[in-house]
């Protein structure tokens, strides 16, 4: 095996980990994207091909990166919901992927948002509905990203082909 098929095949690797990184918090998600587009344009032996699917490719990762930060934001302010909350969230949702396997991130996540919003509010209804908005946003900012991570993602299979083919 040479080493452009090395760095390609590790490249793909890299790349599938960054788009499940999208959904799965845990994961590296876009900033590995780009990584491995950049190791693939530069060692990949695709020539100006790796470049553009570097370029075509890093837009679409920005982008998503920053739609899902948009998104959520803006959501989280139209029905104001403190960072804090968000943070305890994710600290709660972190224990919970040891505690309880496969679910617990999302589950931590959703008591500690529930939690955090009902000391803050001192009202369990007004908690459970502005966890609810909060889920419904971080859900639509990583939709976004997801699939501008697997358009990111399919540029580089088509600069695969292209790259084949040449």
Not at 81 to 109: D, Q
Request: proline content about 3%; charged content about 5%; aromatic content about 8%.
């Amino acid at each position: 095996m040479n080493p452009e098929i090395a760095v390609t095949v590790l490249c793909g690797l890299a790349i599938l980990v960054g788009v499940a990184g999208t959904i799965i918090p845990v994961l590296p998600g876009g900033i590995l994207i780009g990584l491995s587009l950049l190791t693939w344009a530069l060692w990949g032996g695709a020539g100006t091909t790796g470049w553009v699917v570097f370029g075509i490719g890093l837009v679409f990762v920005l982008a998503g990166m920053a739609a899902g930060a948009v998104l959520t934001g803006r959501k989280l302010k139209e029905h104001s919901i403190p960072s804090r909350s968000v943070l305890v969230g994710l600290v709660l949702g972190v224990a919970g992927m040891f505690v309880i396997p496969v679910v617990g991130l999302f589950v931590g996540f959703a008591a500690g948002l529930l939690l955090s919003e009902l000391l803050r509010t001192r009202a369990f209804g007004t908690a459970v509905a502005s966890s609810w908005a909060a889920l419904k946003a971080t859900g639509l900012g990583m939709i976004v990203e997801f699939g501008l991570a697997c358009l990111a993602a399919s540029t580089w299979v088509i600069g695969l082909w292209v790259a084949s083919a040449a």
